[in-house]
Structure formats: structure tokens, C-alpha cells
């Protein structure tokens, strides 16, 4: 067969999908993947972000720690440089790469129980001393919680983790100012109790005393030497009632019950905040709304009253009306979050149909919803979309909701994104999870690997959203999460032997058709070309992108994979398939812009401005030739190309001009000694800052005047010309005034 | 931007002071003394930072400046000689929320409260510490105090004293976690309200040496930097002190000092001649003793019984128990 008729049956399996002739091989079955996954066939023996220890006890307590990293710390305080060392080092791998293998098949443990069975199975005779010890370095473990690997179930493990954790710091500072509050209340009705006539009375008075002394005391003389001469001060009956109120409810709220006091008669159950729908959390929270304003109107009386700022006819008629709608954000936040976890399965359950509704309402509820199919085709072909709006858009189309916190991560980076989300929880309105945990399909790639592929294919890029970051959505928003995100697509080196056996390094995007290429579900939309068959007009899927239509009518996409024994095949890709892939792009492109990257709107402005100033330097050019330019135009010529024109000195403040005959003082200098006050308090005056000014310079004599300027200690009254020619003495006072004008 | 309801009802309800919200008695130091200008000084920090007078108390020891509790219309407490510090950590310690404040003399603090000062010092414990240093004790009429300059003549040294005077400056930026140290003038109002504003709102144990003049015991003490600006040595610095440009023009002897350079705080405050005045030494990072110490300790008295409770069953032996096992 000749080349024409080769391309011409790749040409048809383009436009049509149907694999015609012999020259195009189903890639079901064939066990392929793409090119640049070929190196990541076994995970436990890479040292990569997974599993997490979910931090419980121990130093970190409430992180989440990557496996490699608790490692990495232990070799750094037990394996010393050199041989020794080295041998340590080599165990705690291998013990590393053990724990590895457990989690991946399944195994849900501790990390200090894992640690030990791992220990075990290294065991062996020819190194029998290694058992005890890494069993020995495992005791000095700092920390310990539950080993998560990547899979399915391990977001909701992650996330509920970092909300325990923000739920405890939350716990503690309520405690703290209920707490505080509750001996602040106690502490002002007990004071009421010692003053009232009850609190005085000798059985009163004998109960306060403890131990064998009472009979040494005589109660009845103490309760009327107590009584005698005190005024009536008993706590108004208003302020009682409503100081009790505000401790009762304080005591019995049931959003953080103290743990000490739990079970106990009289202590409400704590109540849960951890749902696995949306309705059951929406309906909780409505519901316990109106005691949660409670809790809040008691704070609130609770803080005025022990400040002493409570006034009856300023606060009354505020807190009679006071019910959930008079909430502030600032409130909330001291309260929990509830949690909802939605099962992978549930996502159009409808149960969680009113998704958007909860998140729109402002409501503190947090959403993790995991995503298991990405591309639309499967999407349309189950009838309806989850929450009413496709799976890779849910988190995009949260953002727009206004005031929702929104992380979007595929599993493989939820570790790196683990502060995002533990941010969330600090954040006072609702927040979504949104992550892909792949299809979990028989036969398809491992989690960690399907959902890295996902995320660099810009099938579901990470990206989050903080609504309180800032004002602009630069700060809001962030795309950085991604790998190369200026990029259409990542660009990772792919190095194999060709047939001559020489090494080869190629740059390789990674497309979304590579992403679909790991999905049996997609296979009918390649075809596999024997390499005898490769011709010119294949071409990379990522160059064929980037082609005109015209020039693109003449090529056929592929895209690069290896077998199961990693040998190089071409795999080219229908219209349809190409079709999904340019949508997906052009979703990329707009989150693009939502970061900054290549925003449209800025780059036309750029331009525009170019324009002009290209415009502007063409006009000078077509000035008048140099020497007849005007000498203030050619001044600038001259001024230094760089730097700023040195601006001159600030001048200084000039002293305001002062008649020498008036009197004055320098007031900012006076240093209120009152002496001059003491002399003449109607001609001598403070301003509002107590520092003397002359009020009145006929309220007095020009002695007064003289002689206040020599008694002031810092010397700033200067007493000017006499007023009165007639003043006794003058000639004398003037002489002595000399010193101070 | 919202707030909590609470905080929104404060807002509201806000009452606004004057300085005569903060004056009280009239004041019984002599004529010309300069505790006048401090007290003016602290005043109008009451009034700019609207402290609100139930929620501020002045400590103080005795001495001619430790009267100072009494002209404020505040909490204060005058206590006795040498103690100020130990009763204002415990005001402190009882209630975080007030804003403490000691003053305190040279003899009151150097003398026989310097062990109390040496240890409030490490403590860090959020309080403004004034130290009116005179030179004299004045309320006792004339006796050397432990900053009096060396040759002074007084009650108890008619020869003149024979030692160096102790440099209040150094002592306090020799002790461990010390934050803040500032030295002012009476003479300079305008820089005595910036230090010790500066002072007030530093978190931690704020110490400022006010050198003062005594006009009735030592009224020559100080002339020659009173009617010299030259030999005062203003410390200025990025976020340090305001100076206006008529103090400016008048005192022009600055030197830029960095307040978190210790060593060169300790060099300054070495100098007597001329005086330097600003802020030597200014560390927010050092940790108050109330950060440290029974953080969020708050005990109800639910908690207290049910706590004890816990401890007690650990050793009680109940009654049954001995019967069940005589029984067995």
C-alpha cells in the first residue's frame, strides 16, 4: 500500500471514529498508556507525596505529613554521616518503601503500627539485627496518626482531618471566652450574694469557713459588724435575671461542650457537624440557627455586663429584638463548620441537589465533592449533570457565586493544596472541595497516577479561590498550583532508546488526549498505527493544535504512548475526541485569564499603549533636525538618562516673624509647672493640651509678667514692651525683661 | 466590613474623654516641680488613646513622684516603698484587660525596690513604667539617692557623694528580656508625651527614665542642659519619634539610632553629656510574662469541682469496695 492510501485510511478513522483497512489496530486490550507515564509503573518504589500521615498525636499534631518528609526527618536525626550511617539509611528505605507497598494494597493503620509490620517483614537471616533496629527507630517517632495512600477515600480522610484540627483551635478559643465569661457572671452574682443581707447572716458566714475552727468564731457578732453602717447594695432584679440568663445559657450551649464536663447531668450532648449530603447539613443549620443567636445574644450581655458597659435603656431595646437575623459574619466564625463529604457515587443524589443553595446562602458549611468522570461525553450520556452544572465546571461556576471559598485540586496534588484547604476552615462563609479521585475503574491507572495525569492535561487543573484575599481577584484567585501554568500544556522531557539504540530526549506536552488515553472508555476514539505505517502527515496532537484548519485538513493528530513493554507506539485520535480536547483548552485559556496569565484585556491595552508611544516616537523622529530644536526641548537631552533629578533641600521651616514688644510664650515648651499660674491665673492660661498660653495680657501687670518670665523653669516667657507707661517702677522691670525678649 | 455584635455595642455606645476626665486632686508637688509635665504628659495620653478611666490604674511606690496615683482620676493604687512593681504585675496578672501603669522614683525603684525592678524587667509583663528620676530624694528632704552625680551635697553626703551614679538606663538594658527602654526630659514636653505614648503602646514592660527637676532641693541641677540644646541628644529614627520641625530647629544635635540595635542602645545610654533623649531600645518580639503563663487557664468552678473530683477517686476508697472484697 502506498503512502496516499496509508494516510487516507487515517484520514477516514479522523473524520469518522471507524477504523477501516489494516492499518489501524484497536487500542483496547493493547494495555496502553501515554509515553511519558512510562516510568511510573510501580509507585512504591518512588518516593513521591503519598501516602500522608494524618497527624494526631505528637509533634504537628493536626498536619498532614507526607510519608517521604516524616522519613527524611527521621534519617536526619538517627543516620550520622558515613558507613554507618549509610546502612541506617539504606533500612529506613526500604522500611520506607515497605510501608509503601502496605498502604497501596490496602492496609489502614497507624503509622507506629505499620512501621512495626513493616520492621517485621524486612526481617531476615542474613541481617537479623535490622528488625530491632528500625524497631528501635520507630519508638523514637515524634508523631503518629493515620497512613492515608492515594485513593479514593482518601480526600475525605484529609479534609475532615485538617477540619478536626481547625475545629479543635476553634473549640479552645470559645471555650476560652465562654469560659472566661461564665466566671466573669459567677463572679459578679457571688460579689451580689457576700453584700446582701442572705450573704451576711451568721449561718451564711459560718458555711464560708471551713475546717475545725468554726467554733472559734463568733458568727452572729461578725454578721452584725458586717451589717451595721454597709449601704443597701443589692443587685437590681432586671441585672439578676438577666446575668442569670446569660450563665444558664452559656453553661448548657451545645456547640463546644467542655470535655471534661461531658456526660455529666445537666450538660447537653455535643452536637455533630459531620454529614455526608447537603440537605441533612442545610437542615441542621437552619435549625440550630436560632440557638446559635442565643448563644450569641449571651455573649454579647455577658461582655457588656462584665465590663460594666451594660446601660438598661440604651441595650433593652436592642436585645429584645434580637434573633438570627442580626448576625455578623464575625459571630459565626466563632461557631463550627459543618462538613459535608459527599461520596463519590452521590454526587446526583437528591439529597445533594441544592448544592448551590447552601454554598449561595452564606451558610459556615464546608462541601468536599469528588469528581470521578471529567470529560462531558459520559456526562451527556447519563442524562443530567450533578448539582446541575458539569463536574470539572462545579468549582469555576462556585467562584461566581460571591463569598464561597473554593479549592479545586485533583487527589495527586491535595497534599500540596493542604493549606489551601485548611485556610478554608478559617474562612467565615461556605467553602467546596472540589476533587477528582479518577474513575476507579478495573483496569484503569491508579488513583495518584489518573489524577496527576488529569491535573496536568488541564482536564482539571487546581486552582483556589479565597473571596477575602483581597480586593482584586489577583489576590483572590490562584493558579500557581499548576505545573507550568503560563503554559497551553506542561512540557516534560521524555528520554528512550531508539532503534539503533541511541538515546533519545524529546520535549513532550502532556494533552488532554493523553489524559483520555488512560481511559478505557475512550479507547473506540483511537487507533494504534503499526510503526511501518508512521508517515510526514502525523503529527504530535499539541502541533496539530496549533495549526490553521486549512493545514490542519492535511494532518492527523497523535499522540505518543509506550506498551506494556515500553515500546514507542503512535496513537492517533479522532475529530470527536480532538473536538473535547480544544473545548477543554479553551477552559484552560479562561482560567488563564482569571489568573492573570495571558489576560485578553490587559494584552489590548498593552498594545493600544505600544501603539501610542510607537506614534509618539515616529513624531519626534520627523522633528526638525537637531540645532534648530528650541533650547528648552533639547534640555531634557542633557539631564542624566537614569536616576532621579536630585530635588533640592527642603527649606526650613521659617520662625514666624514676632513683635518684640508684644508678650508671648513658646506654649509647646511649657512643661505645666503652674508657676506661672500661681502668679496670674486670668492672664496666664492652658490650652487643651494644659500647656500655658497668655490669655489675657491685660488681666495683669507688666511686673506679673516679668516676674513670671524669670520664675519659669525653662525660660519661655518673654514678656515684651510695658502696656502701661504708668506702671510703678517701669524702668527697673524693663531692665530685668532684657534677658528674656 | 461587619464586627461582632458585641463589639458593634461598644462601638456605639463609645464615650469619648477630655483631660479633665483624667484630672484629680490638685497637685501638692512644689512650685515648678517637674512631675507637673509628666503628669500633663500622661493625661494627654489618657485622653488621645481614650482610655477609659475604670479601666486604667496608676501604681506607685513612695516618694514625691508616687503621689502621682493621686491626681489622676483613674484606678491607682500608692503603695508602699520599693513594691510598686510586684502590686502592679499582680493588678496585671488579675486583670489583663487594664491598662497598669507604675511610677515610680529613683530612690522607690533604683533604691529599695531595685531587686522588684530587676525581676519585673525579666518578667516583660505588659505595664508602662515611668521612673521620675530627680537625682534626690525630695519627699525626705534632701538625702542622696542611688542616681545622684557623684560630689553632690546633701542631707546624708555634706561632703559630697562618693560614688558614681547609678545609670537606670543600663541597668534595665543589661536584664534579661528586656523590650523596651526610653529616656525623656521634663523640659521637652512635645518628646516627654511622644515617649511615653510610644512606650504605652508598646506590648510588654515599658521602661521610661525621666530625667526631672527638683526646683526646691537640686534648682541648678540641670541648668545647663535646660538653657543649652546642644547638649541634648535627640535619637530619631524611621518609626521612632515625631519631632516637629520648630523642636527641630531648636534642638539640632540627632543622631539616627535604630531601637532594636542593642549594642549601640547600651553605648548611648552610657553618655550623660549630652543627654540623649528617644528610644534606645525597642524589641516587640520579646514574649510578656502573660503570653506564657496560664494562657486560656480559665477555670470554671464546674471545671475546678469536677477536676478535683477526678484526682479524688483516683485515691478513694469506697465503702463497697471494702465489702466486696471481704466478701470475696
Known sequence: ?741 | MTMPVTQCLIKLHEAHHQLEDYQGGVPRWCSGCGDNAILTAVQRLCRDEDLAPERTVFVSGIGCSSRFPHYMKTYGFHGIHGRAFPIAQGVKMARPDLAVFVNTGDGDCCSIGAAHWIHAIRYNMNLTVILHDNQVYGLTKKQASPTSPIGMKSNTTPRGSYLEAMNPLTVTLGVTNVSFVAQAVDWIPELLYDIIRKAYLHRGFSFVRIIQRCPEWLPKQFEPWLHDPGKTLLLTHRDGLAISPELARTYRNQIEHDPLDMNRAREIASATDPIPVGILYRNPSVPCYEDLHGVGEVRTAEQVRAGLEAEFDKVTVWPQDDGARAAA
Open chain 1, 1 to 741: 500500500m502506498d503512502t496516499v492510501a496509508r494516510f487516507d485510511e487515517q484520514r477516514l478513522f479522523f473524520s469518522t471514529g471507524r477504523r477501516h483497512g489494516e492499518g489501524l489496530d484497536a487500542v483496547d486490550g493493547l494495555g496502553l498508556r501515554p509515553a511519558l507515564l512510562a516510568g511510573y509503573r510501580d509507585l512504591a518504589r518512588l518516593r513521591y507525596d503519598y501516602p500522608v500521615v494524618l497527624v494526631g498525636t505528637g509533634r504537628d499534631a493536626g498536619e498532614v505529613r507526607a510519608l517521604s518528609s516524616v522519613i527524611d526527618d527521621v534519617l536526619r536525626e538517627v543516620a550520622p554521616r558515613g558507613l554507618e550511617g549509610e546502612k541506617l539509611r539504606k533500612h529506613v528505605l526500604r522500611l520506607e518503601r515497605e510501608i509503601r507497598a502496605l498502604t497501596a494494597s490496602g492496609a489502614r493503620r497507624t503509622l507506629a503500627e505499620l512501621w512495626g509490620e513493616a520492621a517485621q517483614r524486612l526481617a531476615s537471616p542474613r541481617d537479623p539485627s535490622a528488625q530491632e533496629v528500625l524497631a528501635g527507630i520507630g519508638d523514637k517517632l515524634d508523631l503518629d496518626g493515620w497512613v492515608a495512600d492515594c485513593d479514593a477515600g482518601m480526600p475525605a480522610d484529609v479534609v475532615t482531618h485538617l477540619w478536626q484540627a481547625a475545629q479543635k483551635r476553634k473549640a479552645k478559643a470559645f471555650r476560652r471566652l465562654v469560659d472566661r465569661l461564665v466566671v466573669r457572671l459567677s463572679d459578679i452574682l457571688r460579689a451580689a450574694f457576700i453584700q446582701s443581707a442572705v450573704g451576711r447572716q451568721p449561718e451564711t458566714l459560718r458555711a464560708t469557713l471551713g475546717g475545725s475552727y468554726k467554733d472559734a468564731f463568733d458568727f452572729g457578732a461578725m454578721s452584725k459588724l458586717l451589717t451595721r453602717n454597709v449601704p443597701h447594695d443589692e443587685l437590681p432584679p432586671a441585672r439578676r435575671q438577666r446575668i442569670e440568663w446569660a450563665l444558664q445559657v452559656l453553661q448548657t450551649q451545645p456547640f463546644y461542650v467542655d470535655e471534661h464536663l461531658a456526660g455529666r447531668p445537666g450538660v447537653p450532648e455535643q452536637l455533630a457537624f459531620r454529614f455526608t449530603d447537603c440537605a441533612s447539613a442545610a437542615e441542621a443549620c437552619r435549625a440550630r440557627l436560632p440557638k446559635l443567636a442565643e448563644v450569641v445574644k449571651a455573649i454579647a450581655i455577658a461582655e457588656l455586663e462584665a465590663d460594666g458597659r451594660y446601660a438598661d435603656a440604651k441595650h433593652d431595646p436592642f436585645f429584645a429584638h434580637f434573633d438570627e437575623s442580626a448576625l455578623t459574619p464575625e459571630d459565626v466564625v466563632l461557631f463550627p463548620d459543618y462538613l459535608v463529604c459527599i461520596p463519590a457515587g452521590e454526587n446526583d443524589a437528591p439529597r445533594n441537589a441544592g448544592l448551590m443553595d447552601i454554598l449561595s446562602a452564606g451558610l459556615p458549611v464546608k462541601v468536599l465533592v469528588e469528581t470521578t468522570d471529567l470529560v462531558e461525553e459520559a456526562s451527556a450520556g447519563a442524562g443530567h449533570f450533578p448539582f446541575g452544572v458539569r463536574a470539572a465546571r462545579l468549582a469555576n461556576t462556585a467562584t461566581g457565586l460571591g463569598g464561597v471559598y473554593v479549592v479545586q485540586t485533583a487527589a495527586s496534588n491535595l497534599y500540596a493544596m493542604r493549606e489551601r484547604v485548611a485556610k478554608a476552615f478559617a474562612h467565615h462563609g461556605a467553602g467546596l472541595f472540589s476533587v477528582y479521585v479518577g474513575t476507579g475503574a478495573e483496569g484503569a491507572l491508579p488513583t495518584y497516577l489518573a489524577a496527576a495525569a488529569a491535573m496536568e492535561s488541564r482536564a482539571f487543573p487546581a486552582f483556589a479561590y479565597d473571596p477575602h484575599a483581597g480586593a482584586t481577584q489577583a489576590a483572590r484567585f490562584a493558579l500557581e498550583d499548576n505545573p507550568q501554568p503560563e503554559a497551553d500544556w506542561p512540557v516534560e522531557p521524555l528520554e528512550y532508546a531508539d532503534e539503533a539504540l541511541q538515546r533519545v530526549r524529546q520535549e513532550m506536552p502532556f494533552t488532554i488526549a493523553d489524559f483520555m488515553l488512560c481511559d478505557r472508555r475512550y479507547a473506540s476514539h483511537f487507533a494504534r498505527i503499526p510503526r511501518e505505517r508512521w508517515n510526514d502527515a502525523m503529527v504530535p496532537a499539541d502541533e496539530w493544535l496549533a495549526l490553521d484548519a486549512k493545514r490542519a485538513g492535511d494532518k492527523v493528530p497523535y499522540v505518543l504512548a509506550v506498551d506494556g513493554e515500553d515500546v514507542l507506539q503512535r496513537v492517533i485520535a479522532d475529530s470527536r475526541l480532538m473536538q473535547t480536547v480544544v473545548r477543554y483548552r479553551t477552559f484552560w485559556h479562561r482560567l488563564q485569564e482569571q489568573g492573570g496569565i495571558h489576560n485578553s484585556h490587559a494584552e489590548i491595552l498593552l498594545a493600544r499603549e505600544k501603539a501610542k508611544w510607537e506614534e509618539a516616537r515616529a513624531k519626534e523622529r520627523e522633528e526638525p533636525a537637531p540645532g534648530s530644536a528650541p533650547a528648552a526641548a533639547a534640555a531634557p537631552a542633557t539631564a542624566p538618562a537614569a536616576g532621579k533629578a536630585a530635588e533640592p533641600p527642603a527649606p526650613e521651616p521659617a520662625e514666624p516673624q514676632r513683635n518684640p514688644d508684644e508678650a508671648w510664650i513658646e506654649t509647646s515648651r511649657c512643661p505645666s509647672c503652674n508657676e506661672c499660674q500661681n502668679i496670674n491665673d486670668r492672664m496666664f492660661k492652658y490650652n487643651e493640651n494644659k500647656q500655658a498660653y497668655i490669655a489675657d495680657v491685660n488681666a495683669g501687670t507688666y511686673r506679673q509678667l516679668v516676674e513670671a518670665a524669670e520664675i519659669c523653669q525653662v525660660a519661655i516667657i518673654h514678656p515684651g514692651k510695658p502696656r502701661n507707661p504708668n506702671e510703678p517702677g517701669l524702668a527697673e522691670l524693663v531692665e530685668r525683661a532684657k534677658a528674656f525678649l
